[in-house]
């Protein structure tokens, strides 16, 4: 039988439907949508068992029929994908959730989920022989980005905020990718790059100019439906800056259907966001289709400091479809959370993650969580990332002291 490492069939507009060839260098349709990977699933599933896959190795590689790279030589692999997801039954119960799990990304390369769209976004640009790349991040996909070209013998060109946290810097610097800081924000950076890549012929890795990072971050989805014997949970929380993540877990549950691999109802997908940026929770309070730019947005969970998502027709349509929900927390309830999971847990949080914790005691306050219900916290990256958002507060003493 004819065994395919990829059965990535064409890559479709979500919008205006027409459909563009993947052995192409492709970025947004020219309707301006991004484009998403569409598999040849029929012949998927009759040729590939999830019993099959549950035998591979732990890495988000295992699912690699549902991922696009035709030819496993270009992958470019740091050993990325099967993070844990942990039964957090004491910080359940103080939330009054028992069922919570925590899928903790910050084990990852570079220390946050960016390295699942890194892996398989930097893999694919290999197989469609893309030299150079340039992109705009918050700092940690630039991480991540810079990680995987290397490795890969691309060049790596970064722009992010100058206030994006530090340690993404030093990152990019040990790295190996040229960074460089501009005065605003990433939409600001986002600028910069779609200039310089029309006349320095980068490649714009922007979110969703690209196409395949999204199929990357998908893999998230697939391992919870795996870690959960193929079932859903009831809800999943997700920090959504771009809303890379929540579309993938989306596009991860659909395809999974079509493989006939779960058959249960899609979990509840919840946008979380901060008080401070959240134009996601504006347009689903409204019912809107599509969000309007949040005008000066700030807060501590810089990762998901995105005042007008590309591709939010897409975040809102998932939500929508799921019966899920858009919530923004304080800044001051996310760094509260942060210790908490961190003293309940064992588990040092990055603040987009700890948003999540606090999304859920939010959610459980008002019922649209019940006590009952399986709940997924993804925890998208390490806090030691982030060490200024939870300083010591240690007791001084004298060596002839006691404690
Ligand atoms: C980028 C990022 C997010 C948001 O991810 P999107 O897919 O852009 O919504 C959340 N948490 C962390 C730590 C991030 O780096
Ligand atoms: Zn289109």
């Given at each position: 039988?004819?065994?395919?490492?990829?059965?990535?069939?064409?890559?479709?507009?979500?919008?205006?439907?027409?459909?563009?060839?993947?052995?192409?260098?492709?970025?947004?349709?020219?309707?301006?949508?991004?484009?998403?990977?569409?598999?040849?699933?029929?012949?998927?599933?009759?040729?590939?068992?999830?019993?099959?896959?549950?035998?591979?190795?732990?890495?988000?590689?295992?699912?690699?029929?549902?991922?696009?790279?035709?030819?496993?030589?270009?992958?470019?692999?740091?050993?990325?994908?099967?993070?844990?997801?942990?039964?957090?039954?004491?910080?359940?119960?103080?939330v009054?959730?028992?069922?919570?799990?925590?899928?903790?990304?910050?084990?990852?390369?570079?220390?946050?989920?960016?390295?699942?769209?890194?892996?398989?976004?930097?893999?694919?640009?290999?197989?469609?022989?893309?030299?150079?790349?340039?992109?705009?991040?918050?700092?940690?996909?630039?991480?991540?980005?810079?990680?995987?070209?290397?490795?890969?013998?691309?060049?790596?060109?970064?722009?992010?905020?100058?206030?994006?946290?530090?340690?993404?810097?030093?990152?990019?610097?040990?790295?190996?990718?040229?960074?460089?800081?501009?005065?605003?924000?990433?939409?600001?950076?986002?600028?910069?790059?779609?200039?310089?890549?029309?006349?320095?012929?980068?490649?714009?890795?922007?979110?969703?100019?690209?196409?395949?990072?999204?199929?990357?971050?998908?893999?998230?989805?697939?391992?919870?439906?795996?870690?959960?014997?193929?079932?859903?949970?009831?809800?999943?929380l997700y920090p959504t800056?771009?809303?890379?993540?929540?579309?993938?877990?989306?596009?991860?549950?659909?395809?999974?259907?079509?493989?006939?691999?779960?058959?249960?109802?899609?979990?509840?997908?919840v946008a979380v966001q901060s008080e401070g940026c959240s134009?996601v929770v504006?347009?689903?309070?409204?019912?809107?289709?599509?969000?309007?730019?949040?005008?000066?947005?700030s807060t501590v969970a810089?990762?998901i400091n995105?005042?007008?998502?590309?591709?939010?027709?897409?975040?809102?349509?998932?939500?929508?479809?799921?019966?899920?929900c858009a919530v923004s927390v304080s800044d001051q309830e996310i760094l509260d959370a942060q210790?908490q999971a961190?003293?309940?847990?064992?588990?040092?949080m990055c603040p987009e993650g700890a948003a999540v914790i606090a999304a859920a005691k939010k959610l459980r306050e008002s019922?649209w969580i019940?006590?009952?219900?399986?709940?997924?916290a993804?925890?998208?990256?390490?806090?030691?990332?982030?060490?200024?958002t939870?300083?010591?507060?240690?007791?001084?003493?004298?060596?002839?002291?006691?404690?």
């Open positions: 039988m004819d065994q395919r490492f990829s059965y990535l069939e064409s890559l479709a507009c979500p919008k205006c439907s027409s459909l563009h060839d993947p052995r192409r260098v492709n970025t947004v349709c020219e309707c301006g949508s991004p484009l998403l990977a569409m598999y040849d699933l029929d012949a998927a599933a009759s040729r590939v068992r999830k019993d099959s896959v549950e035998g591979r190795q732990r890495s988000v590689w295992r699912y690699h029929e549902l991922l696009p790279v035709y030819d496993s030589s270009n992958i470019v692999s740091l050993g990325e994908g099967f993070t844990p997801l942990i039964q957090a039954s004491r910080l359940g119960a103080e009054g959730v028992n069922g919570l799990f925590i899928k903790d990304e910050g084990v990852l390369p570079t220390g946050t989920f960016k390295a699942r769209g890194a892996a398989v976004g930097v893999s694919k640009a290999k197989e469609l022989n893309i030299s150079k790349i340039a992109m705009p991040t918050n700092g940690n996909a630039g991480a991540a980005w810079a990680a995987y070209c290397s490795k890969a013998g691309i060049d790596a060109h970064i722009v992010m905020p100058k206030d994006a946290p530090k340690v993404t810097m030093s990152e990019c610097a040990a790295l190996g990718a040229k960074l460089y800081l501009v005065d605003g924000l990433i939409g600001d950076a986002a600028k910069v790059v779609g200039r310089s890549s029309q006349s320095h012929g980068f490649f714009d890795a922007s979110t969703f100019r690209e196409p395949y990072r999204v199929e990357g971050k998908k893999t998230m989805g697939l391992e919870i439906f795996e870690q959960l014997l193929w079932q859903s949970p009831d809800v999943v800056g771009g809303g890379v993540g929540l579309i993938g877990i989306y596009k991860a549950y659909q395809e999974l259907l079509q493989l006939d691999w779960v058959s249960s109802k899609p979990p509840r997908l134009p504006k347009a689903w309070e409204k019912r809107l289709k599509e969000c309007e730019p949040w005008p000066n947005p810089f990762g995105v005042a007008k998502p590309l591709a939010d027709f897409l975040i809102l349509d998932a939500v929508y479809k799921t019966d899920g210790r961190g003293r309940l847990e064992g588990v040092f019922n019940e006590t009952g219900d399986r709940v997924v993804l925890n998208t990256g390490a806090g030691i990332k982030y060490p200024e939870c300083p010591p507060q240690p007791t001084l003493i004298s060596p002839d002291d006691t404690i």
